[in-house]
């Protein structure tokens, strides 16, 4: 596999062809926060906390790293004061939605994000996808899928699915970064199948 030669926060890095800008930095130790990225899934894209700044043939722009190819001489920064100002709005943005989140309250202390800048709609999702995709893709079990579109999107488990898969699965459980996939779990079971509830708790 050819290796492509790039330069990451002025360090010279060696990457694999195929590989995303997130994966080189990953690669030598460079942290880049994510909150949609997850190793086993095909990237997303969805939080945009991974933004960075790219320069090539000339031009700089800002990127999407978990997405962006690795491109040969290319130039990356993944801190500067116009990033740091993005990723703190998109936290405070998402901090409105779950205030509560210590992964959110940790990158919010990072990057000086105000947790009280916008007024709480505290729906505790911050649609990250991750567990959507990963019951898809690694489980290719899709007992939970997006529902509406826009401000309106939630995540919601599909009962006559959940009700035989969840009970004995449950790996998207620590992937949320609000936990708020517990609670919809709970209250899905509570309210689209208690019978299958009763029954497993009565066998235990």
């Known amino acids: 596999m050819n290796e492509i030669l790039m330069q990451i926060d002025g360090r010279e890095v060696k990457a694999k062809e195929g590989m995303t800008v997130l994966e080189a930095a990953q690669?030598?130790?460079?942290?880049?926060p994510t909150l949609c990225?997850?190793?086993k899934l095909v990237p997303f894209g969805g939080c945009r906390l991974c933004l960075v700044e790219v320069e090539s043939g000339g031009w700089t722009k800002l990127v999407v790293s978990c997405?962006?190819?690795s491109e040969e001489n290319l130039v990356v920064r993944t801190r500067t004061e116009k990033i740091d100002r993005i990723r703190s709005t998109l936290l405070e943005l998402q901090l409105a939605h779950a205030p509560n989140s210590p992964q959110l309250q940790d990158l919010a202390k990072e990057y000086g994000a105000d947790k009280d800048r916008f007024e709480?709609?505290?729906s505790f999702c911050i649609n990250c996808g991750l567990c959507v995709r990963y019951c898809a893709e690694v489980k290719n079990l899709n007992a939970i899928g997006f529902v509406d579109r826009g401000i309106n999107k939630e995540i919601s488990f599909i009962p006559e699915i959940a009700?035989?898969?969840c009970w004995s699965c449950k790996e998207c459980f620590p992937l949320c970064p609000?936990?708020?996939i517990q609670a919809a779990y709970v209250l899905t079971e509570a309210l689209s199948?208690?019978?299958?509830t009763t029954e497993t708790l009565l066998d235990e």
């Open 27 to 32: 690669s030598i130790g460079i942290s880049i």
């Open 37 to 39: 990225y997850h190793e």
């Open 67 to 69: 997405v962006y190819a």
């Open 120 to 122: 709480k709609e505290a």
């Open 163 to 165: 009700a035989k898969e």
């Open 178 to 180: 609000t936990s708020y």
């Open 193 to 196: 199948f208690p019978r299958a």
